[in-house]
């Protein structure tokens, strides 16, 4: 049973539409995050959500934006996407804020052509 | 500006021998520093963990060493071991943030 699952995998679209990745955690963690990973292999954090509240929102185009609907969820709707965005996307979540260790799910890797 | 920095980008270590990874950082407020393991098409994962209050920390096969003052830390895995393949990052955050900085990553290939 996954703990931290995302959905999809594998995203393939044009530029200009409008995509969305899901993420759930069933580890009853309080907080959960958005990092990308990039064509330099940095893992840079986008959001962060405690109990369902924003944390961190690190300088991201406001094309991003993170949902969550309870604190199990945390989804990213991505705007007009552009090649900029092709990444590997990933959820992790940790017990509460401030906790260091992350679970991290699979990774959403998105192409934009 | 990256402030976690791993300068190996790959290792390459014969299986039974010391894989020494190096991890430097540039936040002094850093306080707390991990270290996570990645397979391919997988997520990171948590591998071990070491504080400011300590300069060493073991965990079976893995021991990180921490250096405060050179702003340095190693993870040493001995011995070696083809399952250990994969790219290993170093993180690192601060009492007061949220958010851990990870490096770029360094790829270990242990041969047979």
């Known amino acids: 049973d996954t703990a931290v699952s995302q959905t999809p995998k594998y995203l393939v679209t044009q530029m200009g539409n409008d995509k969305s990745i899901k993420c759930e955690q069933n580890l009853g963690h309080d907080t959960m995050y958005w990092y990308k990973q990039d064509s330099k292999k940095f893992l840079k954090i986008m959001f962060s959500?405690?109990?369902?509240?924003?944390?961190i929102n690190e300088t991201v185009p406001n094309r991003f934006s993170p949902k969550s609907p309870d604190k199990a969820h945390l989804n990213l709707h991505i705007n007009s996407l552009e090649l900029g965005d092709s990444a590997v996307y990933f959820c992790?979540?940790?017990?509460?804020?401030?906790?260091?260790?992350?679970?991290f799910g699979e990774g959403s890797r998105l192409t934009v052509l | 500006d990256q402030q976690v920095k791993q300068n190996s980008p790959s290792l390459s270590v014969q299986e039974g021998r010391i894989s020494i990874l190096n991890c430097d950082y540039t936040?002094?407020?850093?306080?707390?520093f991990l270290w996570y393991k990645k397979y391919p098409a997988e997520g990171p994962t948590f591998l071990i963990s070491?504080?400011?209050?300590?300069d060493k920390n073991e965990d079976g096969r893995f021991t990180v060493f921490l250096n405060k003052s050179a702003k340095h830390l190693s993870l040493h895995i001995v011995p070696s071991q083809p399952g250990d393949s994969a790219v290993y990052f170093c993180?690192?955050?601060?009492?007061?943030?949220?958010?851990?900085?990870f490096g770029a990553g360094t790829t270990v290939t242990v041969r047979a």
């Open positions: 993180a690192a955050s601060g009492s007061n943030d949220y958010k851990l900085s």
């Open positions: 992790a979540s940790n017990p509460s804020l401030g906790t260091g260790e992350l679970f």
């Open positions: 070491i504080s400011s209050i300590k």
């Open positions: 959500y405690n109990n369902k509240e924003l944390i």
């Open positions: 936040n002094s407020m850093f306080d707390y």
